[in-house]
């Protein structure tokens, strides 16, 4: 039997924080898949495919891990996979109030269980949105994101602002 995990997210763009979790899930399932929510309504700075490729070529050393996207309820996307573990990071307290709740609605829908990692304390601060500010206004966010993304993410601020 294969133990698979899903690590899902917005991932607009994959930060260092999101790798962590990543990689450590890695280590623990014989496969995980990263879940990309394709949300409409939601403006963001990546198209689902550029996010889905630049999580590809990040996540291309570990093996295991493999890339798909989802849209509407993750508890369907786990269900049509037979995928029966969601794999969260936290943040911090104020990330754990919305988790606990979509954990305990994902379970009573679906039987679907969440696991949560302590975030490494070196990215407990790190958030896509954050970095996207950062680097807007000129500030350093190379050592958040892996190299690749990091050039991504300045050529796409740069071609926003021509
Ligand atoms: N360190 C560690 N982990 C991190 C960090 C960090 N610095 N930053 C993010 N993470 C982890 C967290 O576990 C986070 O949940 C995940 O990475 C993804 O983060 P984001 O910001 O890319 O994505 P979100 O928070 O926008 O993703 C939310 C989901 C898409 C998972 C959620 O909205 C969802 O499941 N939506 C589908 C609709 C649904 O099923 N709704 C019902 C829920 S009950």
Do not use: W
């Not at 493999?66 to 996979?81: I, K, P, S, T």
């Not at 794999?87 to 609605?105: I, N, P, T």
């Not at 304390?121 to 892996?146: C, H, M, N, Q, R």
């Amino acid at each position: 039997i294969v133990r698979r995990a899903v690590c899902p997210g917005s991932f607009d763009p994959v930060t260092n924080g999101h790798l962590d979790i990543i990689s450590r899930a890695a280590d623990l399932y014989d496969e995980i898949v990263v879940a990309v929510l394709v949300n409409k309504s939601k403006s963001s700075l990546f198209t689902v495919e550029e996010r889905i490729s630049l999580l590809t070529e990040v996540t291309q050393s570990y093996g295991n891990v493999r890339v798909d996207y989802f849209h509407g309820l993750l508890v369907e996307y786990c269900r049509a996979r037979q995928i029966p573990v969601i794999v969260k990071g936290l943040r911090a307290v104020s990330d754990f109030d919305y988790e606990l709740q979509m954990a305990q609605m994902n379970r009573g829908l679906a039987g679907v269980d969440t696991l949560f990692m302590p975030t490494n304390p070196e990215y407990s601060f790190l958030a896509s949105s954050l970095v996207k500010e950062i680097a807007t206004y000129g500030g350093d966010v190379s050592s958040l994101l892996p190299e690749l993304v990091h050039k991504r993410l300045l050529e796409r601020l740069e071609e926003q602002t021509r």
